[in-house]
């Protein structure tokens, strides 16, 4: 049973930056499709990032797009989310999941929450003065 933990959250002033990991224990995650979620009081879900198992073709939202990074070491069993240029609005708490496929696919940031099966209990991201 793969488990999910995160880390790296915390308080940051705008303009800052922050690097969450999200390590792996039960399993590597080189056979894993990855997403970066992350959700903010009184909002829906919004999905950050995602790739399949290849990391050919990773997908950031657009509201991220050109300040998050998304990358994976198979050996530490661990994605990363590096966060730069944070703004208020990326305020939330952020969660990391998988999916065991080990086919190349496309995906999409507004693949649902459904798709994937093992989730993180999230870490906390605060942008602030």
């Known amino acids: 049973q793969l488990q999910l933990v995160e880390s790296g959250g915390g308080l940051v002033r705008p303009g800052g930056s922050l690097r969450l990991s999200c390590v792996a224990s039960?399993?590597?995650?080189?056979?894993?499709?990855i997403g970066w979620f992350r959700q903010a009081p009184g909002k829906e879900p919004e999905g950050v990032s995602c790739?399949?198992?290849?990391?050919?073709?990773?997908r950031y939202g657009d509201s991220v797009k050109g300040r998050f990074t998304f990358s994976r070491d198979n050996a530490k069993k661990t994605v990363y989310l590096q966060m730069s240029d944070l703004k208020p609005e990326d305020t939330a708490v952020y969660y990391c999941?998988?999916?065991?496929?080990?086919?190349?696919?496309?995906?999409?940031?507004?693949?649902?929450?459904?798709?994937?099966?093992?989730w993180g209990q999230g870490t906390q991201v605060t942008v602030s003065l």
């Open positions: 039960g399993s590597t995650l080189d056979e894993y499709a």
């Open positions: 999941a998988a999916l065991w496929n080990p086919d190349p696919y496309l995906c999409t940031v507004a693949d649902p929450k459904g798709h994937y099966r093992y």
């Open positions: 790739t399949d198992y290849s990391d050919q073709n990773i």
